[in-house]
């Protein structure tokens, strides 16, 4: 598989490297995507019950992922809000990418991008997985500057994808296709609308010039 994305919640896929994902799908690249809780914590938005945002949410996030042509979607039910008290998805990482082998892996940077506890703990599994299974490529979601109050642990950006308006339009329907979580979406859009055009990772040990697209 040429490009795996590691995330713990539904949406999490989708404004940092969904364009990602549909223009390595377009040009032929197999593409995987494993998300390890449901979004049970989540908002609803009064869209469905308590009891129902798991389902609800899974099915948001089973869209968006065929909307971007990701050839392979796991969805696993760990806590959300608990992923790190999970130490085992170390194993469970571990045993997918010996089936998937990867070339590249996409997850959250140290810092989590806003010290998200799931988002922390998920950057932490994927790097002891990683140890313990084989080197390959490692990227972390680098906004070209930390969200503020947030810049320890911020990686900055080594490679740059620009999304042309086939990816763009592309993104765009398969953010809309979370509804529960439209005010969310809405934040995310108004603090970092440049992210929408151009997606930005960094290579963990690459020390050269800023690169076009992921090597």
């Known amino acids: ?47 469905c019950s308590r009891e ?9 996030l089973r869209r968006s992922a065929a909307i971007l ?12 809000q608990g992923v790190g008290d999970h130490p085992e998805i170390v194993d469970l990482l571990v045993e997918r990418f010996g089936v998937l082998a990867p070339e590249r892996v ?23 997985a ?15 500057r930390p969200y503020p109050g947030f810049r320890e642990g911020w990686k900055p950006p080594t490679h740059r994808v620009a999304l042309d308006h086939g990816a763009l339009a592309v ?9 529960t979580q439209a005010l969310s979406v809405l934040k995310i859009m108004n603090a970092a609308a440049p992210r929408l055009l151009e997606e930005t990772f960094h290579l963990v040990g690459y020390e050269g010039e800023e690169r076009e697209g992921l090597d």
């Not at 042509?69 to 959300?80: A, F, I, M």
């Not at 990683?130 to 070209?144: E, G, M, Q, S």
């Open 130 to 144: 990683l140890a313990r299974y084989r080197p390959v490529k490692l990227y972390y979601y680098a906004p070209p």
């Open 106 to 128: 996409v997850t959250f940077p140290p810092n989590g991008l806003n010290r998200h506890p799931d988002h922390v703990a998920t950057h932490r599994w994927v790097v002891e």
């Open 171 to 179: 993104k765009l329907k398969a953010m809309a296709q979370y509804r």
């Open 52 to 60: 129902e945002l798991p389902r609800v949410r899974e099915e948001e």
């Open 1 to 47: 598989m040429e490009l795996l994305l590691v995330v713990p919640h539904p949406d999490d896929e989708v404004f940092g490297a969904g364009g990602v994902l549909f223009q390595a799908s377009r040009r032929g690249w197999s593409t995987g995507l494993i998300t390890l809780t449901r979004g049970d914590r989540g908002k609803d938005l009064g869209l």
């Open 69 to 80: 042509g990701v050839g392979h979607l796991e969805v696993h039910g760990y806590p959300d």
